[in-house]
């Protein structure tokens, strides 16, 4: 019984024990709980903040490292233009190297187009020259019957082009529309057509059609020559032909030459045979170097011309107004020509003269295809020039005005006024024909109202020594007057 309360007492304690202690538990549990919720809630936001931090901490990481990849990438766009600067820089070194640039201008009064090395020039020419020429009255005529009229005539009107190519490779191409010296009408005809090579000024080579290396005056272009027509005794020179020269200068231009081979036929001529002409000329500056300023300006030379002309026609002598006083005769065989000349400037006052001679054989050409006697041409001028004014005059070059010939404007003047005076003779002769000869006096004025722009006047007196040679003599077969004057006039252009 006792022991039935006993356990029933036991029961009851462990009953009421166990429910109190889940009671208990639950409460503790329910508070931890809370407290578990209230550390998770806590460390959610500890997370967020470091999160967010660590946001912040990787955006100034990336902030930094952004800034460092731009800096690199500033470097390397520095670095990118400066090459691409140098590069800029290289190409247009070749470009420029590569492709010439060109300028334009005035150059010894001449147009010019060239390039900055100047390894390529254009230089277009021109000259226009305006002549009258009136004769001394009386029934003048020819000596084939044609008559000497006064008369107006485009001398020359010439156009051309003259250039350099590669540095030494010179050009020179030049028609004339021109009526010539004999008053033709309506033909144009090459004057110089030809190719200068120059790697070096001693030893020059050029072929074409050009001037023979012949005659002091001659060799002058006509737009500086210092009379409206160039001497009598120019009637011998060669001028103009086809062929292959060479050519140069030495001792800085103490010593010139000429070596050359042509046709021998003249200009714009077809040759008629296989023999060519050979033609050398020397000019020997012996003062050039002097200390002597009086001495400088001398010079003498020569030239030497042989070459067989097989059948042709002879020289003829004319006069400055182109009065044939001696015609052409038939020839065969060798035709030698020689000359001496001398020059001298200094200031305002230029001489020089020239003495020429010719031998032209006649084979064959007498009776039963005997030889005839050779025929001989002989000519010299002298000439003397003073400039008014008082400009340096230098022979064949251009005259330059101190006061260019203008009447109005700050800068008026009158140009530069030359006088001239030329004496001369030419003589034609053999022992088996009646030759003649002219003795001339030229009297000129010159007037240079611009570098460019020129007014020549002439009065020339002849002498003739056949009295059947005359302007006079062909009307008048019994004609006893060898005498006979010319008036020339000239207005010229050239560029």
Partial sequence: MQRALIAASLAIWLVWGTGVSRVFAADRLSELAQQLESQKQALEAQKRIIEALQREVN?????????????????????AQQENQKLKREVEQIRVAATPKFDAGFKNWQPYIRSTDGNFTLNPVGRIQF?????????????????????????????????????????????????GATGRDGNVV??????????????????GQFKVPFGYEELFSDNNIDFVERSVADNLVPSRDMGAMVHGSAFDGSVSYALGGFNGSGQNKRDTNDSKDIVGRLVVAPFKKAEVPWLKNLQVGGDVAWGDEDSGQS???????????????PTRGDRLRYSGEAAYYYGPFTMYGEYIQTREERKG??????????????????????????????PGQPVIPTRWASPVGPEKGWGAWE????FEQLDFRAKDIMGNRVNA????VNWYLTPNVKWMANFVENWFSNERGTPFSYTNPNNTRTTAWEVLTRLQLWF
């Fill in 59 to 79: 955006s100034l990481k990336q902030g930094q490292t952004h800034q460092q990849t731009l800096e690199r990438e500033v470097e390397g766009l520095k670095q």
């Fill in 131 to 179: 002549d009258y020429r009136n004769f001394e009255d009386g029934n003048r005529r020819n000596l084939d019957g044609t008559e000497l009229t006064n008369r107006f005539l485009i001398r020359r009107a010439r156009i051309g082009l003259a250039g350099t190519f590669y540095k030494y490779f010179d050009f020179f191409v030049e028609a004339d529309f021109g009526q």
């Fill in 190 to 207: 090459l004057t110089d057509g030809f190719l200068d090579i120059h790697y070096w000024p001693e030893l020059r080579l050029r072929a």
């Fill in 315 to 329: 020289l003829q002598g004319k006069t400055d107004a182109q009065f044939v006083f001696f015609r052409s005769i």
């Fill in 365 to 394: 050409l007498g009776t039963g295809g005997s030889d005839l006697r050779d025929l001989y041409g002989r000519g010299w001028y002298v000439t003397m020039t003073y400039m008014l004014t008082g400009e340096t005059k230098v």
């Fill in 419 to 422: 006088l001239a005076a030329r």
């Fill in 441 to 444: 006096v030229t009297a000129g």
